[in-house]
């Protein structure tokens, strides 16, 4: 028996429509975003409340026990994930939404014989388990439990056009007949799909697959609100599906290339490789004392952070030694590439931690001008982001890429663990360029080192 009015179940829906569009207005600042994600959560809240006062819920201990076991696995997973793990976290929880939303299509399959509703169930349940399967192939490249490299087999696109032909075929048969034969056919066809769409995807490209598999996951939800006639399902899924489709083409655009060149370009040898061989070039080493000397005398330092200074923890020491530089009237500011760490905002999101004020963060196109005149850019576990090869080597990967331009600047101080490439596996001429000097080491016990030595000159 429902409690609520129609009437109020609606006004209540409107409410949680509002809060999720807010929501994305405030995710898309970091000054806004921790409100933003506060406006979602209270949402998405408000939704789930509606539900069970307005529907005539049966197994109601079943439901309630769900939601108790999903709170217990989640809370812990969200409070004791590193930033470094966000990504993985990220991919994890879409894949787990697309995949409640095509076992829930599958439940839903004999409580209709409209044609309609059954396309919406096919649709649910294809875009889900490639959703589903695929994101649980990213989580496994980013956590290296699979090689980051591109995975490719003789005859894979033959096999991947006969997988989404079989796909259509199974999703024909259960539109005209309702068979549950055919939706287990077309669920693990569907994982199939999925398997084989992101296995050819290289390593650097991974961030921008997890957009787009979040945007699959969003139609498939939206689908399930016409599968299951609730119009908040269907506005919510429409959102999470349009913002991710726009973020991955942002994404795609931030590295210069197509989205169907990220996906598939592996077949035409166009992807990131995804090496990890070492280079063994001569390169300038320096001394914590000889950085310090560099950056203390300097009048402007430009920072660039990458994965490394997320991995070492570094936030907060490079966020002091940004401050004690600041106090002997150096010029310091922070220049963020769209796609530095693992997904986009994860330098923001970093920062932030360490409260660097948002005025010191510079984007891209605000901060390349600026790099002529700087007298030293400091850059802190991060590489493709800042090689040259993008602009200069049509024959590499991440050629066309817009990169932070600092070979412009008067002398570059790279922080490196070592002579390994970056994400994209290819080796960086910046690092052999006659301005550049390298200091080896963890990245905060490096930046712990530079500190002291600042402070004593």
Sequence with gaps: MSILAPAWTALLYL??????????????SPRTARRGNVIGAAGAAVAVVT?????????????????AVGTALAVPVARRVQMTQMPQLVALFNG??????????????????????????????????????????????????????????????????VVLAGALTAGGFIVGTGSPGWAGALLVLGLAAGLLL??????????????????FTGLAV???????????LLVAGTLVGASGTILTKVMASAMGRGVAGIMFGAFRGGSTAGSTTLSDRPVRSSSPEDVAVQLGYAQRVVIVPGY?????QGQHTVAELATALTARGVDVVFAIHPVAG??????????????????????LEEVNPEFASTDIVLVV?????????????????????????????????????????????IENELLHDPKTTLLFGDAKDSLSKVLGAVKIL
Excluded at 198 to 215: F, M, Q
Excluded at 222 to 230: E, H, K, Q, T
Excluded at 308 to 312: D, E, R, T
Aim: aromatic share 6%; net charge neutral; glycine share 10%.
């Design 222 to 232: 939206a689908a399930s609100g016409i599968v299951l006639g609730n119009v908040l």
């Design 96 to 161: 787990v939404g697309g995949g409640a939303a095509a076992l829930v299509a599958v439940l839903e399959l004999g409580h209709s014989g409209d044609s309609w509703v059954r396309l919406a169930v096919v649709f649910t349940m294809l875009v889900g388990a490639v959703s589903f399967a695929g994101s649980a192939v990213t989580v496994g490249k980013l956590q290296e439990l699979i090689s980051t490299r591109p995975l490719l087999f003789p005859g894979m696109p033959a096999v991947m056009v």
């Design 342 to 363: 693992r997904m986009p905002g994860h330098m923001n999101v970093l920062l932030a931690e360490a409260n660097v004020p948002y005025e010191s963060l510079r984007e």
């Design 381 to 425: 576990g991060a590489n493709d982001v800042v090689n040259p090869a993008a602009k200069t080597s049509p024959g590499s990967p991440i050629f066309g890429m817009p990169i932070l331009e600092v070979v412009q600047a008067q002398q570059v101080v790279f922080l490196k663990r070592s002579m390994r490439p970056g994400f994209a596996g």
């Design 51 to 67: 539900v069970f006062l307005s529907a005539r819920l049966e197994n109601i201990p079943l439901i309630l026990a769900a939601i």
């Design 198 to 215: 992101v296995l050819p995807v290289g390593g650097a490209d991974v961030p921008i697959v997890i957009s787009l598999l979040n945007a």
């Design 308 to 312: 490394g200074l997320a991995v070492a």
């Design 15 to 28: 409410v949680a429509a509002v809060c999720f569009i807010l929501a994305l207005k405030g995710l898309s």
